[in-house]
């Protein structure tokens, strides 16, 4: 009954998976009211989403909280005493930004109310003087764990922690600090060390799809140079067959039904350029396919016109050579002729001794 609702929207809610810290597990099939609401009693800021009779999200809000814009319509914060990660998927750009402005507005009344307290908890015993930026700033350092994954961890955050929670534990069972500023030390020293959690996750999150965006590309390397090595081939064989006639209009068949092929690849590819391609990427991508079919057509134009030269050439060598032919068999006939005649004029010259 103390709570008073500051800002309310509609979004999907997620979960991180426990088990994997990667995944995120959808909290319902449909979008659900996400709400900022003021607890006037404990003064204190929480999330509050209710799923059915189930409250999805009941998320207190410290100063030590962070809302990162992970795309568009996406985005996450850590909470500490949930020990969880939630996300929230919106419909538009601009219903993401309302919602991280008002998680900043929220988050800084939350430092006021905490600055407040801890300044009345000083004037009531001024020897107690403790807050979280007593907290020594701890190295990030990364290992390799088992297979290619980087995995990080905090080189002092968890005994800095320990040693603080021993320390506030300590003061408590001598009475020198209340058990609301103990929990909300506590819970300080824990955000600190879930920003630094959400962030490796985050660069884990980004070398996985640089890898796969890095095997992406290998194999349309690798696709690239098999089809060159089959182009070499296939230039190859067509230099090695020139000499034969049929080879030849088999394989200016063969190019034509290939160049057409690629015409109508070619066409079929620009009609679908305005009604299919979304993304800037995409429609980069298949302006780059576009042009190396258009290249590759005129690759295999050009080597049909020196097929038919070559053709040609032959064709015309041929009817040189029976041309040729022809000659020399009117000369042998001119020959035998001649031959006759002189064969009758020696029988003649025999008959008249």
Do not use: C
């Amino acid at each position: 009954m103390g709570e008073q609702p500051i800002f309310s929207t509609r979004a999907h809610v997620f979960q991180i998976d426990p088990a994997t810290k990667r995944n995120w597990i959808p909290a319902s099939k449909h979008a659900l009211t996400v709400s900022y609401f003021y607890d006037a009693t404990r003064n204190v800021y929480r999330i509050i989403s209710v799923g059915g009779t189930k409250a999805i999200i009941n998320s207190t809000i410290t100063p030590n909280m962070t809302f990162t814009k992970t795309s568009q319509k996406f985005g996450q914060w850590a909470d500490s005493r949930a020990n969880t990660v939630y996300g929230l998927g919106f419909a538009s750009e601009q219903h993401l930004s309302q919602f991280a402005e008002k998680f900043q507005e929220v988050k800084e009344a939350a430092r006021l109310a905490r600055e407040k307290s801890q300044d009345k908890t000083e004037l009531t015993n001024p020897a107690l003087n403790i807050t979280s930026h007593q907290v020594l700033p701890s190295t990030v350092i990364s290992s390799n764990g088992p297979g290619d994954d980087k995995l990080f961890r905090s080189q002092s955050a968890d005994v800095e922690i320990t040693t603080e929670k021993e320390r506030l534990k300590k003061m408590l069972s001598e009475g020198s600090v209340p058990e609301v500023q103990w929990e909300a030390e506590f819970f300080t020293l824990q955000d600190n060390n879930n920003k630094l959690v959400a962030a490796l996750q985050e660069a884990n999150a980004s070398v996985e799809q640089w890898k796969k965006q890095l095997a992406a590309y290998q194999e349309e390397t690798e696709t690239l140079r098999l089809r060159v090595a089959e182009l070499e081939l296939q230039k190859a064989h067509d230099s090695s067959s020139e000499g034969s006639k049929e080879e030849l209009n088999q394989t200016l068949e063969e190019l034509e039904l290939l160049i057409k092929a690629k015409d109508e690849e070619i066409q079929q590819l620009k009609s679908q350029k305005s009604g299919q391609w979304e993304a800037e990427g995409e429609r980069e991508e298949m302006l780059q396919k576009l042009q190396e079919l258009e290249g590759r057509n005129a690759e295999l134009e050009r080597r049909v016109h020196v097929a038919e030269q070559t053709l040609a050439e032959q064709l015309a060598e041929r009817e040189k050579m029976q041309g040729e032919v022809t000659k020399v068999g009117e000369l042998m006939d001119v020959k035998i002729f001649e031959l006759s005649e002189l064969r009758q004029g020696l029988a003649k010259l025999v008959e008249s001794n």
